[in-house]
């Protein structure tokens, strides 16, 4: 009986196998044809971007290996750092699926639980900016990685430099640029990561309010369970855990936009401001400024890539699907909780219950999230101290065989432990992210790029294209300008309230 049961049910549901293959052929043809035509295609579009139209330098290049990877030629000799860029190099290169994993994970990032806050104080302004801020910066991402690459007499794009410091060294000079990018970007970094700890503490003491645990002890126990950390060694880890991250961030937007939705029939359609609030507003500018940063990770990310045609139709639609669904995400939860919008959404929610377990969730993409920017971090450290005297001050932290030494692992344990004593300790944290972040998101984000791109191939461009890179710069200024102000102010007036402890 159970046989015969059995072989019905396999002549009535089709192989699994077989279903997966029509669904991706589906999905496949759903596309954008940069990303599923002919490698002659992504070549040429890889080569055209942000020059002038005729410039086909790319198009007498041939396919290489089985996979039909972009032919690159690198200029760096047995630099193990070769084509890494800040992550270094990886013997596990990554598909496009996961250099978009990645990217997602840094773009749709925590502060999505604040964009209906954004639009309480922006309205269809601060809508308005999301969609444009994915924009310029998945603009600033492609001519950044556009910065890496110069033609040779045969034509061909060779990828001279490997990271966002080598870009800067060439426009500002080999020891100034380095110091200022590389501060940049590490304290972008840091900040990043201590705000995942003080997130997880804030949002475990939300879970439990009456609980014996109060905030640092939570922010000291999320700091142990980071400690594994440590132990990554390549990038191809890391997108694994963003992986699992951008699942858990799925899963937190079904639960919250399922209850938005129930509640259609309550939205305040005409709440939805016109008008900016001025005092509150560029923070809540600098905020979505912040959330599509990602202009750290890509050159590392293009580097790592198997086949890095790819990366322009990767950074498209990652950007694409952040900016829809940002301000689907601000525009319906503002719709639903109007003027009581709270800063973060998950505090608007109805019950102690349903509160409890969405923030539970949102720990575990915290945890998730980290690895990221620690890894981007850490890396960074490793080539300016610990690649190796002469090169550097410090030996390096690998022995031959690859493995990492005692002591190497012990600065890495004692850089996730800085990060938590970090996130213990510093007072009105969030004004202080908003302070550093609109100097460090607008340089990196808007205007290090652009001034780069003008500087490297300004022989190259048309008119339009530099018309577009100084207006992004003077956003950039604009943005940073204002939001650096209001911060501070913010910040101040923290201060004198008194610390949070």
């Not at 159970?2 to 279903?19: E, K």
């Not at 500002?172 to 995942?196: D, W």
């Not at 322009?312 to 639609?317: G, S």
Request: charged letters at 10%; glycine letters at 8%.
């Amino acid at each position: 009986m159970a046989s015969q049961f059995f072989s019905r049910l396999n002549m009535a549901v089709p192989p699994i196998g077989a279903t997966l293959g029509a669904a991706w052929t589906t999905v496949r043809s759903a596309l954008p044809d940069s990303c599923v035509n002919s490698q002659q295609d992504e070549q040429l579009h890889f080569a055209k971007f942000g020059r002038k139209p005729n410039d086909t330098e790319l198009s007498n290049l041939q396919n290489s290996g089985a996979g039909g990877s972009l032919q690159r030629v690198d200029s760096f000799g047995d630099d193990e750092s070769c084509g890494g860029g800040e992550f270094g190099s990886s013997r596990h290169k990554i598909s496009e699926w996961q250099a978009g994993w990645n990217v997602t994970n840094a773009i749709q990032g925590m502060f999505i639980v604040s964009l209906p806050y954004a639009v309480l104080h922006g309205g269809y302004w601060a809508i308005t900016a999301m969609i444009g801020v994915a924009y310029i910066c998945c603009y600033t991402g492609k001519i950044l990685v556009d910065c890496l690459y110069v033609t040779n007499e045969e034509g061909q794009l060779v990828r001279v430099r490997d990271t966002y410091v080598s870009i800067a060294e060439e426009c500002f000079g080999r020891r100034v640029g380095a110091r200022i990018v590389n501060t940049a970007q590490l304290i972008e970094l840091l900040m990043t990561c201590i705000l995942y700890v003080v997130l997880c503490g804030d949002l475990m003491v939300g879970t439990f309010p009456d609980g014996a645990i109060d905030t640092r002890s939570w922010m000291m126990i999320c700091g142990i369970l980071l400690l594994p950390c440590s132990f990554l060694k390549n990038l191809h880890h890391v997108s694994t855990l963003s992986f699992w991250c951008t699942m858990a961030h799925v899963v937190i937007n079904v639960m919250i936009m399922g209850y938005c939705l129930l509640q259609a029939a309550t939205w305040g359609w005409s709440q939805v401001p016109l008008s900016i609030n001025i005092l509150t507003f560029p923070i809540s500018l600098g905020i979505i400024v912040f959330s599509y940063t990602s202009q750290i990770f890509l050159p590392a990310l293009e580097g790592n890539m198997s086949d890095p045609s790819k990366f322009h139709c990767m950074l498209n639609w990652s950007h694409v699907a952040a900016a829809i669904f940002k301000s689907l995400f601000g525009y319906v939860g503002f719709l639903t909780w109007q003027a009581n919008t709270k800063d973060v959404i998950t505090n608007n929610l109805p019950t102690q219950g349903f509160k409890g377990v969405v923030n539970f969730i949102l720990v575990i993409k915290a945890l998730l999230s980290y690895p990221l920017p620690y890894y981007a971090a850490l890396n960074l450290l490793e080539r300016a101290f610990f690649k190796g005297r002469p090169e550097t001050t410090f030996p390096s932290m690998w022995t031959v065989d690859g493995d990492l030494k005692v002591w190497g692992l012990a600065l890495r344990v004692a850089l996730v432990v800085f990060t938590t004593v970090m996130a213990i300790s510093i007072p009105h944290f969030a004004f202080l992210m908003g302070f550093i972040g609109s100097f460090t998101g607008t340089m990196l984000s808007f205007i290090w790029p652009c001034y780069f791109h003008l500087k490297l191939k300004g022989p190259t461009l048309d008119w339009g294209t530099v018309a577009y890179d100084c207006f992004v710069i003077f956003l950039g200024v604009l943005f940073g300008v204002i939001g650096i102000y209001y911060s501070f102010r913010a910040l101040v007036e923290a201060f004198q309230i008194g610390l949070p402890f």
